[in-house]
């Protein structure tokens, strides 16, 4: 058991705590609100010890298994052979051709490219026309697909063409002042 020791009668009740070794004790408070108890500041048991109530370790929130060496199942998964995706959550790739218009649409989300197994330059017009001020992303995912100036299309920054090989990313912007979308940036690496 932890030691008890008495000051001036039995107005101050301290102990040592058996793992830190350090003091602590019932010390009435002097003003109000006076929040403590007949049992404020004495001993607690902890794995066998007596300690201070501030070094008693909480038990975890959960007794759940985390799943370790044993606890993990072996057996075949029933849907094995299951890989589909759910459609809610899946952004489609459009695989274009010369003549195909890249489609967009005004959810902020991007819009992923591919040229159908080869590697595609387009042709006029790649963009329909959008809504003033919209910006969207192009991200090439395969086969490089070019877009060239000119034909609703504006490279702000003097480059005749972006290719938009795996990973590349287009920003753009409509203008429908001019009735063009606007490239303002392009990163070849996709970010990095």
């Not at 298994?65 to 995706?85: C, D, Q, Y």
């Not at 159908?116 to 959008?130: A, D, E, I, Q, Y």
């Not at 034909?151 to 912007?173: C, E, H, R, W």
């Amino acid at each position: 058991m932890s030691e008890h020791s008495t000051r001036k009668g039995d107005k101050f009740r301290w102990w040592n705590s058996e793992r830190s070794g350090l003091q602590f004790g019932f010390q009435p408070l002097t003003s109000p609100p006076n929040a403590y108890g007949r049992e404020s500041g004495r001993p607690v048991k902890d794995n066998g010890v007596m300690v201070s109530p501030d070094e008693y370790d909480q038990p975890p929130p959960s007794t759940k298994s985390l799943g370790g060496e044993g606890e993990i199942g072996t057996g075949v998964r029933a849907n094995a052979e299951t890989t589909a995706t759910p459609f809610d959550g899946l952004i489609p790739v459009n695989y274009l051709i010369s003549t195909s218009t890249i489609p967009w649409n005004q959810d902020n989300i991007p819009v992923y490219v591919t040229g159908s197994l080869t590697t595609v330059t387009l042709g006029n017009n790649p963009l329909s026309n959008g809504i003033h001020g919209l910006y969207i992303s192009v991200q090439g995912v395969g086969s490089s697909v070019t877009i060239n100036s000119g034909n609703g299309i504006t490279i702000d920054f003097n480059k005749p063409s972006v290719v938009l090989d795996s990973g590349g990313i287009a920003t753009l912007i409509y203008n429908a002042t001019d009735s063009t979308w606007h490239i303002t940036s392009f990163n070849a690496q996709g970010g990095i």
